[in-house]
């Protein structure tokens, strides 16, 4: 599993030969790309806001896959060639890849007016090579994309012991969603190996000094490696 990071949320993850894109929004300072510069099968949205959405109309080849009010709106208003709408704690087999869905604590409506079209609850993504069962695999590759969200129990209770997740990326921005201490928390709880932070210096009020969070994280005990990517940057998870 190779993970490349393309600023604020949007992240490019092939497993074997299927490539999944998650949450296309190329206009952010920490990407040299233009929309479309990637290849994708799938394009997954955990939510509706457009800085979330806003390329998924570049990848027209791609199956758009989200929570079936989303996909339901990027069919209506972007040129996409198919769509899977899928819920909170569905896995769904796209190819190569196993896609859970599972809850993240945000809101969810489609544009930012107060016209919006609600969305339900936004998600995030566990992306794995293998389906997830109760039985542990320490072959698998595991990515937990966390979606915009809070700090959340589940992480503990659910997502971390179950899922397990080998690479997590969190949201650290603030404002919007957790800032480096819940989530450096939250990474604890999932006890993962690497620890990927995202959603942050795209906008003034989410401009985070992204070492903070890596001194969050050491606060806390865990022995998370976290990786602070520049844009465009790649990691692989191996078996």
């Not at 040129?79 to 869905?101: P, R, W």
Request: glycine share 8%.
């Amino acid at each position: 599993m190779e993970i490349t990071w393309h600023g604020h949320s949007t992240f490019h993850v092939t497993v074997d030969n299927t490539a999944l894109l998650v949450d296309p929004f190329f206009d952010n300072p920490k990407t040299d790309l233009e929309p479309g510069a990637v290849d994708a099968d799938y394009v997954l949205l955990t939510h509706g806001h457009m800085d979330h959405i806003a390329d998924v109309g570049a990848f027209p080849d791609a199956t758009v896959v989200g929570l079936p009010e989303v996909v339901g709106y990027c069919a209506d208003n972007y040129d996409v060639s198919d769509t899977i709408g899928a819920n909170l704690g569905g896995t769904v087999e796209l190819d190569d890849a196993f896609v859970t869905f599972h809850r993240a604590d945000h809101t969810n409506g489609m544009e930012t007016t107060y016209e919006s079209t609600g969305g339900g609850m936004p998600a995030g993504f566990v992306i794995s090579d293998t389906k997830p069962t109760q039985v542990s695999d320490a072959e698998s590759s595991t990515f937990y994309h966390a979606g915009d969200t809070g700090l959340m129990t589940e992480m503990r209770e659910v997502i971390g012991p179950y899922l397990e997740p080998d690479v997590a990326a969190v949201p650290i921005g603030d404002h919007f969603t957790m800032g480096p201490m819940q989530a450096a928390i939250a990474v604890d709880w999932l006890d993962v190996d690497v620890a990927l932070p995202m959603h942050y210096d795209t906008f003034p009020p989410i401009e985070v000094d992204p070492e903070a969070f890596r001194r969050e994280v050491r606060a806390t005990g865990s022995s998370a490696e976290v990786r602070i990517l520049e844009g465009d940057e790649s990691i692989t998870v191996a078996e």
